[in-house]
T-cell receptor, first 114, second 113 residues
Framework: GQQVMQIPQYQHVQEGEDFTTYCNSS?????IQWYKQRPGGHPVFLIQ?????EVKKQKRLTFQFGEAKKNSSLHITATQTTDVGTYFC??????????????FGKGTHLIIQP | EAGVAQSPRYKIIEKRQSVAFWCNPI?????LYWYQQILGQGPKLLIQ????????DSQLPKDRFSAERLKGVDSTLKIQPAKLEDSAVYLC???????????FGPGTRLTVT
């Protein structure tokens, strides 16, 4: 079946270090979305990437969509304690019917040590 | 703007019992989703509604799960009978139209004993 793989599963960093999570799809994606889930919370939408090779920035966060639209990455510069949480990528697969829902990866848990 | 509302927040039932969850999406959002999130995993789409019509229920275990969205607003998800492996957080989400920028509710944590 359609899969979205994310690595690493866990990432421990010292506060101030950078962090990157990677997302790979078994099939070409229509778009990819990123969500953040704080411990005990619910997923919160961060961004959507649609175009091949697209790069978007939100303050310290940089999101990239691969040229083949099969992979994506999220990079956080100089992590802060407020960045703690699980980061999910979610891919929207191409479908002739146009009705497919999002397929979420398993997420990367970011743990920050002060 | 009010967010997605869900109730109850927590539910504990015994296996083979039935349970229902309720969701009220953000006003004006045409698309509503139910997800199942097992501990340590990403949300798994169970069903997607566009207004009051189902557009994707391919991963809904239809022998025990059912969902409806009457009048294209509120929605209920039911499990009957529940199994131990149904223990999870059930998340409702909504979007203006289509599978883009989804807003999630706080979820219902279901424990089946």
């Amino acid at each position: 079946g359609q899969q979205v793989m994310q690595i690493p599963q866990y990432q421990h960093v010292q506060e101030g270090e950078d962090f990157t999570t990677y997302c790979n799809s078994s099939t070409t994606l229509s778009n990819i979305q990123w969500y953040k889930q704080r411990p005990g919370g619910h997923p919160v939408f961060l961004i959507q990437l649609v175009k091949s090779g697209e790069v978007k920035k939100q303050k310290r966060l940089t999101f990239q969509f691969g040229e083949a639209k099969k992979n994506s990455s999220l990079h956080i510069t100089a992590t802060q304690t407020t960045d703690v949480g699980t980061y999910f990528c979610a891919g929207l697969m191409y479908s002739g019917g146009g009705a497919d829902g999002l397929t979420f990866g398993k997420g990367t848990h970011l743990i920050i040590q002060p | 703007e009010a967010g997605v509302a869900q109730s109850p927040r927590y539910k504990i039932i015994e296996k083979r019992q039935s349970v229902a969850f309720w969701c009220n999406p953000i006003s004006g959002h045409a698309t509503l989703y139910w997800y199942q999130q097992i501990l340590g995993q990403g949300p798994k789409l169970l069903i997607q509604f566009q207004n009051n019509g189902v557009v994707d229920d391919s991963q809904l275990p239809k022998d025990r799960f059912s969902a409806e969205r009457l009048k294209g607003v509120d929605s209920t998800l039911k499990i009957q009978p529940a199994k131990l492996e149904d223990s999870a957080v059930y998340l409702c989400a909504s979007s203006l139209v289509g599978p883009y920028e989804q807003y999630f509710g706080p979820g219902t944590r279901l424990t089946v004993t």
